[in-house]
């Protein structure tokens, strides 16, 4: 096991894939963290390994746990990738190794370093994983040191934080943690899923959270943000209706319709 297992997580700060700069202070007080160390992202040891993590994304949001991926790339180099490839995690840039070393990680190209970091920022598990099985022995870790809260609000979450003010913000937030395809109120309240094309009375539809943004003074500004999933292909993505006065009868409809778990702002 690490040596830094039962230590405060290393200092770090590193721009994303996403185009933010990242640090611990992001995170400490605010969620857990997964962190793992996927080494140069061209290889395919660290393609498959940021594949399954990705797809893992939505699964550590309803732990209330921040993935995050370090690559052995530049800033350019990890936009470049997430944009070719669709990746929604975020991809930290360490061209030099410097959060590698601040985490005493040894480089092995076929396996992935993993560490688990508690809501107070202490390092409660680590260990490494083959590329194919990281997802799943993350996510297993994760049960078991008992980091995470059963289901929690997603407005508790980084990026989707209770004070985010504009629609960008929230989306921007929701697509960090896996919610980046979309649905379509259509006749009648039912919803749309834009991958599948299936269309879903909103009450068999999985609200996991709903954001409220209020116009300060124009009614059209009141707008609904629904993280939800698919009934039919699983997929997780966005729904933005308009509430209030100025509210189409569809948009009305499928908002009474949905039932989430938690309502923010």
């Not at 180099?77 to 190794?97: K, M, Q, W």
């Not at 943000?225 to 966005?238: E, I, K, M, N, Q």
Request: hydrophobic share 45%.
């Amino acid at each position: 096991m690490s040596s830094i297992v039962g230590g405060a997580v290393p200092e770090f700060r590193a721009p994303t894939s996403r185009g933010q700069t990242l640090d611990r202070a992001s995170f400490i007080g605010k969620v857990g963290l997964a962190v793992c160390f996927v080494g140069d992202p061209q290889s395919e040891a660290a393609a498959t390994a940021i594949r399954r993590l990705d797809a893992e994304l939505v699964e550590f949001g309803h732990r209330r746990i921040q993935l995050l991926l370090v690559a052995a790339a530049s800033a350019r180099d990890v936009r470049e990738l997430a944009d070719a490839h669709g990746y929604t995690v975020p991809l930290l840039a360490d061209p030099a190794g410097d959060i590698a070393t601040a985490f005493a990680v040894d480089t092995d190209a076929d396996r992935v370093a993993w560490f688990v970091v508690d809501l107070v920022g202490t390092v409660v598990d680590a260990g490494s994983e083959e590329a194919p099985a990281v997802g799943a022995r993350l996510l297993r870790a994760v049960d078991e040191v008992g980091v995470a809260l059963p289901d929690p609000s997603l407005g508790d979450l980084t990026g989707v934080a209770r004070d985010a003010s504009t629609l960008l913000e929230v989306l921007h937030g929701l697509e960090g943690f896996g919610y980046h395809s979309q649905f379509i109120a259509r006749a009648g309240g039912q919803i749309e899923c834009v991958v599948c094309r299936h269309e879903s009375a909103p009450e068999r539809v999985r609200c996991d959270l709903i954001y409220r943004l209020e116009g300060a003074s124009d009614p059209s500004d009141m707008l609904a943000v629904g993280a939800l999933r698919c009934p039919r292909c699983g997929s997780h993505g966005t729904l933005v209706l308009n509430y209030g006065p100025e509210a189409g009868a569809d948009d009305d409809d499928a908002l009474r319709g949905l039932e989430p778990p938690d309502a923010v702002g």
